[in-house]
């Protein structure tokens, strides 16, 4: 499917070409042990680094995108513009900030993501505050009607996790290690399927489980 998508795209949006399974080391799941969290979490971190890999960046805002999204992006990005929210892997989670602070955004400037713990995306540090809350209430709700075998761990409370949303923002070490928390954090909600032992959202692993 991506192979056909990738041929009929644009090559200045389409990105790189899919890399086929059998080139890569996939570290396949079902040689992971059960119940391994550290080895469900490497393979993980593998798959979503190698998935990375195949985004497009824009070139007027520096943001990845899935090409076919990318498409889409650019009908009303413009240089220098910045957005809020976007998917857990449109951004890189090493964003580069001047440790000074300067009076006017200059040209080629990245906006700072922040992951959420609860959902995994990125967003801006203005609007991260605003969407925890959300985010929160819409999955505890999804968490409540779910299905206890598939639905996964009970939602925290942005409340009761520590440094849910940085009083401060510092350089861009402290932003990749605030991302790189978050991001484990999301982890841990996720649901590992009982077949090939994958992790997914609670959502997917519903859809998942149809075919596997």
Request: proline share 10%.
């Amino acid at each position: 499917k991506k192979m056909a998508e990738w041929k009929n795209n644009p090559p200045e949006t389409r990105g790189p070409k899919p890399q086929n399974p059998a080139n890569l080391d996939l570290n396949a799941p079902t040689k992971i042990t059960m119940g391994n969290a550290n080895e469900i979490e490497d393979f993980n971190k593998q798959q979503f680094g190698d998935f990375k890999q195949q985004l497009a960046q824009c070139n007027n805002c520096g943001r990845k995108f899935l090409p076919d999204r990318l498409v889409v992006h650019l009908r009303s990005c413009k240089p220098g513009a910045s957005g809020g929210g976007s998917k857990p892997v449109d951004k890189d989670f090493s964003p580069k900030s001047d440790s000074s602070p300067t009076p006017a955004r200059e040209k080629g400037f990245k906006p700072q993501m922040l992951v959420c713990y609860l959902c995994g995306q990125q967003f801006g540090s203005a609007s991260l505050p605003i969407h925890q809350p959300q985010c929160y209430k819409k999955l505890m709700i999804q968490w409540k009607k779910g299905d206890p075998a598939t639905r996964g761990p009970k939602p925290r409370d942005p409340a009761t996790v520590e440094n849910a949303i940085p009083t401060s923002l510092g350089n861009g070490a402290d932003i990749e290690a605030f991302n790189q928390q978050n991001f484990e954090n999301y982890n841990t909600n996720l649901a590992a399927c009982a077949n090939c032992g994958r992790t997914f959202n609670p959502t997917a692993l519903q859809v998942h489980m149809r075919s596997c």
